[in-house]
């Protein structure tokens, strides 16, 4: 609702739907044989692997998912009434960030970064919290840290990243350099020099921010537009 209203105070009609990503394909597909419709800006936005979000979903949901949203942005068509332009946002807190250039890659290594990654979490968690919420701490790690942490599910995860290849943003997506103020702002944010956080800009173009604790990787999020 804040949203809408923001929306309202410039004069815009603002509607929010929700439908599932097969609907908004046929949807538009729709519009493009009827030769309507007006210019749509999209964003498609996607976390994986993030402790707060619950259970993690699968690579291929996720590849498909932003494979789609790569389909429409890129499907312009010949009718410039339907051509759509956007923004794809991809979230990742998954521990296997740099294994996933080398498939193949042995279980051991990967259950080692898993080990490393959550352990890197517990003590960013338990560095940046006063002692007099170590009982609010316990509970965040109980609910959102500790489900994470089973070899069986890593296992699975393990055959699929060998199985699976992640999102390739291609010729057709150009990437979302990352601003100097949103830098400075998630620097900010973390309180990046009084601590081991550390907040960086990578990818081939500057669209990836990470942050780090002590070196290892704990979110990475990457935008690519049209």
């Given at each position: 609702m804040l949203l809408c209203d923001h929306a309202r105070s410039f004069g815009l009609k603002f509607k929010v739907e929700e439908m599932g990503i097969h609907d908004l394909v046929n949807e538009f597909m729709a519009m493009k044989k009827q030769g309507g419709g007006t210019k749509e800006w999209l964003a498609f936005n996607c976390m994986v692997g993030l402790p707060h979000i619950g259970k993690n979903k699968s690579r291929k949901l996720v590849n498909e998912f932003l494979g789609i949203a790569k389909?429409?942005?890129?499907?312009?068509?010949?009718?410039?009434?339907t051509t759509k332009r956007g923004?794809?946002?991809?979230?990742?807190?998954?521990?296997?960030?740099?294994?996933?250039?080398g498939t193949g890659s042995s279980f051991g290594a990967y259950f080692n970064?898993?080990?490393?990654?959550?352990?890197?979490?517990?003590?960013?968690?338990?560095?940046?919290?006063?002692?007099?919420?170590v009982q609010a701490r316990l509970a965040m790690e109980c609910l959102f840290v500790g489900?994470?942490?089973?070899?069986?599910?890593?296992?699975?995860?393990?055959?699929?990243m060998n199985e699976t290849c992640y999102f390739q943003a291609g010729t057709t997506l150009e990437g979302l350099k990352v601003s100097r103020g949103r830098v400075m702002e998630a620097k900010e944010m973390v309180k990046e020099r009084g601590n081991s956080y550390e907040v960086s800009i990578g990818g081939d173009s500057g669209n990836e921010l990470t942050l780090d604790w002590?070196?290892?990787t704990l979110v990475k999020v990457s935008s690519w537009r049209n």
């Open positions: 389909q429409l942005l890129t499907s312009c068509g010949d009718n410039a009434r923004i794809i946002t991809l979230g990742e807190g998954d521990a296997c960030e740099n294994l996933k250039d970064a898993q080990l490393m990654h959550y352990q890197a979490i517990m003590e960013s968690m338990e560095s940046n919290m006063a002692k007099h919420l489900p994470n942490i089973c070899a069986q599910a890593w296992f699975q995860k393990w055959k699929e002590r070196g290892i």
